[in-house]
């Protein structure tokens, strides 16, 4: 039964959508998944999608995306992928899962739909740039 199973609480671990310029000069959007744990985390896998309801029943949807990392340091980051613009209007989330001591940890971090823009953005930690992170 559900109420049987242990799901631990993920901490120290984080998703941010980072404001950075690429290899251009031009501002981009990058998502990373950030480990501020002391320890390295194992088989990260993260799966991205954004989705609105409108008041209709009719919304709209992005493809869903699924990224695999065999190890993210302790205190590192990695870089998940480009978010364009156009999903801005979307909730984006990104479900990440990982392996710590050999316990499996899950969770779901949500930008809400209009949340990621230019005047929210704050330092983000570890990855130490303007961005905005949800935990």
Do not use: C
Not at 75 to 89: L, R, T, W
Not at 93 to 112: P, T
Request: hydrophobic content about 40%; proline content about 3%.
């Amino acid at each position: 039964m559900k109420k049987d199973i242990e799901m631990p609480e993920v901490s120290g671990v984080y998703v941010a959508i980072v404001h950075e310029d690429n290899n251009e000069g031009v501002k981009v959007w990058n998502a990373y998944v950030i480990n501020d744990k002391p320890s390295p985390i194992e088989n990260v896998f993260v799966s991205s999608k954004g989705y609105l309801e409108g008041s209709d029943g009719v919304g709209a949807k992005s493809s869903t995306l699924r990224h695999f990392y065999k190890v993210v340091s302790a205190k590192s980051f990695q870089k998940v992928e480009a978010v364009i613009e156009d999903v801005f209007k979307l909730n984006n989330e990104y479900f990440v899962s990982f392996y710590l001591d050999g316990i499996l940890f899950d969770k779901k971090f949500i930008f809400a739909s209009d949340t990621i823009s230019a005047d929210r953005l704050t330092i983000v930690p570890v990855v130490e740039q303007k961005g905005i992170l949800v935990k």
